[in-house]
């Protein structure tokens, strides 16, 4: 039962925020509604719908949310004492618990309102979601605070993997001014990428990409050679990103010795020879995987992009095509100011070839 939904088909929201005394008639009505008919469990994403339902109340006066849902608990006690049977007054009890659940994660969040950021972000008692919240906002006000913050909770190997993930998160938004802590940053980012990649759960994606992202944007220029192992598939697919941030690496300029990047531009190589092939290439992740291994070839120097951008002309796929001359295009204005470096030369040559 989409409760929000009911009540907003029967009373506007513009309506209800002019009159508290109105909203909470409705809030109530709405509530005991599901309470006189449906168990907690059966009234649907009643977590969801509640606090939708108690928005536009909370707008005009937040203090009388609290009453509203007192009220229904209240309610709720009247009806398990009156119950005809046993399955009635247990119905009812369980919506006096869930009203009850509701309010006390209410005022713990007033409460936690009231603390500063730093504060909340440094309690390992409150919910993840809660600290995390905190820290975001604690890395707008003192960033040079939340910096140390953050590095120190990472050196933390005792931290759960819900909070190790926000720390990733928040390392990738975050700017570290001082070598030495890009330096063990860089490090440590790369164990927390290789760490939650070998786990057969897809909800770490995220976190192994990010940590790829801002590995890659701290990692000094010879060091880049440790993506390769990204550029394999496994149990996060780690292919795409690896290859954007070996791109990224390089966006400023041209490496500066190509030829230590002999073993990585040889697994970018062998992964465009695979892809480069009319029955795999589609549109979709597999084309995007396939320009960029053109693309970073492009960024690590190496003599075999021209047989590459060849055989991409010879599938005769347009669009693909297009975009490829569109991303080296690109890679080479960021490149201005190095016309006499070789790589930028040969990115020139092929970009003429192939047009």
Known sequence: MDIVRKMRACHPVGKLVRSTENAMTITRTMLEESLNRFAPDEAGHLDDELGEL??????????????????????????????????????????????????????????????????????????????????????????????????????????????????????EDLRFDEEDQQ??????????????????????????????????????????????????????????????????????????????????????????TKLLDPDVLVPGETSAIAEQTIVALAALGDQRLAGCVSRLAGLKIEWFSQVVQQNLTALLDCWEGHETHPSYQQLTATIADSN
């Open 54 to 171: 108690l928005e536009s109340l909370g707008a005009t006066d937040p203090s009388s949310v609290g009453d509203a849902i007192t009220a229904v608990a209240q309610t709720a006690v009247f009806n398990a004492v009156r119950a005809r049977n046993k399955a009635e007054q247990d119905r009812a009890i369980r919506w006096y618990q869930k009203m009850h659940e509701v309010l006390a994660v209410r005022r713990t969040k007033e409460k936690e309102r009231e603390r500063p950021a730093a504060e909340i972000a440094c309690d390992e008692t409150l919910p993840v979601e809660h600290r995390a919240e905190a820290l975001n906002e604690w890395m707008i006000l003192e960033s040079d605070q939340a910096v140390l913050f953050v590095l120190s909770e990472l050196e933390n190997g005792s931290c759960n993997e819900e909070w190790l993930a926000t720390l990733v998160f928040a390392a």
């Open 183 to 272: 330096n063990w940053l860089c490090r440590r980012l790369h164990e927390i990428a290789v760490e939650f990649r070998d786990r057969a759960e897809s909800r770490f994606e995220q976190v192994v990409w990010s940590a790829l992202r801002r590995f890659a944007s701290l990692v000094p220029e010879e060091d880049a050679v440790e993506l390769v192992e990204f550029v394999r598939y496994g149990n996060v697919d780690t292919r795409l990103v690896a290859l954007q941030c070996i791109v990224n690496v390089f966006e400023a300029a041209p490496p500066r010795n190509p030829e230590i990047f002999g073993r990585l531009a040889d697994r970018v190589f062998e992964l465009a």
